[in-house]
């Protein structure tokens, strides 16, 4: 079967780095994705990884591993309004998206 | 301004009642996707479509009915089969490439 594994919850603190790691089982793969969705809003595009390796888009990077099956989502300098849940996605070869069931991060002051 | 709109934002219905709720994106984007979203899972797939006319039962379509009759529009009916219908429902579109889903705001339907 496919599946996608992310971590429930994670607490970090305002103006810390934060690590928010995602693995994958799918029949085949084109690509994944992460989303970010505050609560009771629809979820927003941040980053798409087809290649190993880093994806750098401001404060926000994204990071793919085919042969381990694995991405993470690293958020730097924290701030109050990156209180949200990540919902990590993997494109499979029928190019539907297998969603996980997100990771709702809460951040302290 | 480009983008996906779905109303109502709230909408509650009785039981044994079929109701509709809308999609419209103006992104000129070909396929269109109805989610579902239960507190604790992932996005579920109910229906998607990839061509005007045309469209496929995503993973969990029983209970549910949709059509495309125009590019921009892909209703979602919720009939009473629907076992538990009370969720909230996002309709996203995307383009052939580079693939991101554009979700609409969702509407969360209350089914007493």
């Known amino acids: 079967g496919q599946n996608i594994d992310q971590p429930t919850e994670m607490t970090a603190t305002e103006g810390a780095i934060v690590q928010i790691n995602c693995t994958y089982q799918t029949s085949g793969f084109n690509g994944l994705f992460w989303y970010q969705q505050h609560a009771g809003e629809a979820p927003t595009f941040l980053s798409y990884n087809v290649l190993d390796g880093l994806e750098e888009k401001g404060r926000f990077s994204s990071f793919l591993s085919r042969s381990k099956g694995y991405s993470y989502l690293l958020l730097k300098e924290l701030q109050m309004k990156d209180s949200a849940s990540y919902l990590c996605a993997v494109m499979d070869s029928n190019y539907q998206l297998i969603w996980g069931a997100g990771t709702k991060l809460i951040i302290k002051p | 301004d480009g983008g996906i709109t779905q109303s109502p934002k709230y909408l509650f219905r009785k039981e044994g009642q079929n109701v509709t709720l809308s999609c419209e994106q103006n992104l000129n984007h070909d396929a269109m996707y109805w989610y579902r979203q239960d507190p604790g899972q992932g996005l579920r797939l109910i229906y998607y479509?990839?061509?005007?006319?045309?469209?496929q039962k995503g993973d969990i379509a029983e209970g549910y009915s949709v059509s495309r009759e125009k590019k921009e529009s892909f209703p979602l009916t919720v009939t009473s089969a629907q076992k538990n219908p009370t969720a909230f429902y996002l309709c996203?579109?995307?383009?052939?490439?580079?693939?991101?889903?554009?979700f609409g705001p969702g509407t969360r339907l209350t089914v007493t």
């Open positions: 996203a579109s995307s383009a052939s490439e580079p693939y991101e889903q554009y």
């Open positions: 479509s990839q061509i005007v006319n045309d469209f």
